[in-house]
């Protein structure tokens, strides 16, 4: 099994110094004030837990996100991975009896401070689900634009940003002549890419994206992996999957997670390269070879 | 390798019959609930045709007139004989009032339904839930009788003052108009118990409804940056709309029926009332328990016919929810 991460190696240049390791770089500027944008840190979480009741389901997790990158979780089933992907924008705490620890800056500022409107966040920080959930009650058009609506937000010329979202989650051109027809009638990767141009629409910062083609077959999955590697050099992408081939495919920087049976934890994070090819933790090894998991 | 080779088949074969063969206790199992599932429908049958029987005569006399005239005398001759060129019997008055009772009863209680429903599902903590919840309920099984007592007695004297009011500032559109001085025991306190009883039915439906939510499109509404009323109207109201259809006709239904609380509460008079305020009225359920009492065996079956279109309204009004219910159901679905 051949793996090549990376594939946009050196693609960023005004980046410059791509950082090799998020560990390292993030130890590095340790000194230097969190969120700096010289550094590209749009989004920091800070020695998070979770617990679902009495349950402690993650463990002080520490993990830096660059703007303009793509940073795979990958582990095991519940690992945590999928919680802590919901730490990022609060949509945790819709889980009654879900509890967390720890603080989650966006753009320097803890997005859990008190006095915070949660539904900001959640413009800044977007989410695309497991499922395809479009809105059945509405047409193509009105689901790419629910966000505005939900929201509150007004745009100057909705038909612009309609094409615009559309056309980056790559689906333009499939539902261009049906716009006004409703979002049921499209195939399950036609309405993830739907749902993709939905959160898009609301130009977040950060976009999550959780198990997004666990649900699709290989050709679907495909044109989501290619709308991601499209987004990634405007939208910080952080992604949940089960396949790392995805993973390498499409992600930048790699986190593992994993559970001993206790609260899961991060076991490493680096460059996907790094994570696939030289991992540090014999755990990771095991399971980026396939041993186990 | 040629072994597996795949041969087509010069024509298309016939189609088989596809039988299954039950068991002997899936067969009982079977007639036991198909012969539940029937007797509801033979009980209805049955009462339906008796109504017909009982009623077909004053159809036959009384013509169009049964439903247009607010005529009703049973005419008896000193022999004790009835007197039928001069008995008159009409309905119409108790038509409206029927209508008039039950469009107060859904205006003002389906939105008290529907935002309880809302409250509960959406925003009440979970111990404040439970109890609502068997309040509700509790509500429901309370017999008609004592809503139309706490009516007459309690609500009467409260209402005076909104009815007033309503008349105060709306006199002017004639439904709330009034010629004279505010009496008590109008439509309008009837429509409002009406209101009140059939609140359960509509909270606990719309309740049902908006819990089966599907969370991934709440969930989705909530990650777009949207409110929790934002999310409800978007998400929330599409899908429950026909749910709620449903249940306001239900409550429709109730409100129609009604009998004793209506009877406790209003002054029933024959004659056709458009003014919520004034205190006359009545409806087709309250008449028939009224005459039922004193009635000679002719006039028993003009109030057989009145149950006749009772039945058949209500029956309308089911069709009618079924109706709005398949056409709106799937948008939102």
New interface residues.
């Given amino acids: 099994m051949s793996i090549e991460p990376d594939k946009n190696e050196g693609e960023n240049m005004e980046t410059t110094s791509r950082p090799g390791s998020l560990s390292d770089i993030a130890a590095q500027h340790a000194e230097k004030k969190p969120g700096s944008q010289a550094l590209g840190v749009g989004l920091e979480a800070r020695g998070i837990h979770a617990w679902f009741g009495q349950k402690h389901a993650l463990a002080d997790v520490s993990l830096d996100f660059w703007s303009g990158t793509v940073t795979a979780l990958i582990g095991p089933s519940g690992c945590g991975k999928s919680t802590f992907l919901r730490t990022l ?1 609060r ?1 945790h705490e ?1 889980i ?1 009896g879900a509890a967390m620890a720890g603080e989650v800056l966006l753009n320097g500022e803890d997005i859990y401070s008190p006095g915070v409107d949660v ?2 966040i ?2 800044k920080v ?2 695309v ?1 497991q ?1 395809p ?6 047409t193509i058009a009105e689901n790419v634009l ?2 505005l ?4 937000l007004k745009v100057e010329n909705k038909d612009d940003l309609l094409e615009e979202c559309l056309e980056r989650a790559g689906l333009w051109s499939e539902v261009k002549d049906r716009l006004n027809t ?1 979002g049921g009638a499209l195939s399950g990767g036609q309405q993830q890419r739907l ?1 993709i141009a ?2 898009l629409a ?1 130009r977040p910062q950060v976009l999550l994206m959780d198990e997004p083609c666990s649900a699709l077959d290989p050709g679907s999955t495909l044109r989501i992996e290619e709308t991601i590697s499209h987004l990634s050099s405007s939208v910080t992408i952080i992604i949940v999957t089960h396949n790392m081939q995805q993973a390498a495919r499409v992600s930048d920087y790699t986190a593992f997670f994993l559970s001993d049976g206790g609260p899961g934890q991060m076991i490493e994070v680096g460059s996907t390269n790094e994570i696939f090819s030289r991992p540090k933790d014999q755990r990771t090894e095991n399971y980026v070879t396939g041993r186990f998991g | 390798m040629s072994s597996a080779q795949v041969t087509k088949s010069p024509a298309l074969p016939e189609k088989r019959v596809i039988t299954t063969r039950p068991r002997f206790s899936d067969r009982v199992f079977r007639a036991i609930v198909t012969s539940g599932g029937l007797s509801s429908l033979l009980i209805l049958g049955l009462i339906l045709a008796f109504l017909l029987y009982n009623g077909f005569d004053t159809f036959r006399t009384q013509g169009i007139h049964f439903l247009t005239s607010s005529n009703w005398q049973a005419v008896v001759s000193d022999a004790g004989k009835v007197d039928v060129v001069n008995s008159h019997f009409g309905i119409a008055a108790m038509l409206i009032g029927t209508l008039i009772l039950s469009v107060i009863a859904v205006v003002v209680g389906v939105p008290i339904s529907v935002g309880a429903a809302i409250f509960l599902t959406f925003y009440a903590p ?1 111990s404040i839930k439970k109890i609502m919840v068997t309040a509700i309920d509790l509500m429901a099984a309370f017999p008609s009788v004592l809503f139309g007592l706490w009516g007459f007695f309690v609500l009467e004297g409260s209402a005076e003052y909104w009815a007033k009011l309503l008349n105060k500032y709306l006199g002017w559109i004639p439904l709330f108009k009034l010629d004279g001085p505010y009496v008590n025991r109008s439509p309008f306190i009837a429509g409002l118990v009406l209101a009140i009883m059939i609140i359960p039915i509509v909270t606990s439906i719309s309740r049902e409804i908006f819990s089966q939510t ?1 969370l ?2 709440i ?9 929790r009323f ?2 409800l109207r ?2 929330a109201f ?2 429950a709309r026909s749910g709620i259809v449903g249940g306001v006709m239900l409550g429709l239904g109730r409100a129609m029926g009604e009998t004793v609380a209506v009877y406790t509460v209003l002054n029933i008079v024959y004659q056709v009332n458009w003014h919520i305020l004034f205190s006359a009225g009545g409806n087709v359920a309250s008449m028939i328990l009224l005459k039922f009492g004193e009635a000679s065996p002719y006039e028993i079956k003009a109030l057989m016919a009145a149950g006749l279109v009772l039945f058949v309204l209500t029956l309308i009004v089911n069709s009618l929810a079924n109706l709005i219910v398949s056409r709106t159901g799937k ?3």
């Fill in positions: 924008n949509m819709f009654p539904t900001k959640r413009l977007g989410m689900f499922k959930n479009p809105f059945p009650s509405m629910a966000g609506k939900l929201a509150q409703h749902c939905r959160a609301v | 979970q599907p991934d499109r969930q989705a509404a909530y990650a777009l940056g949207g409110t934002a999310m978007a998400v599409p899908y948008s939102g679905r």
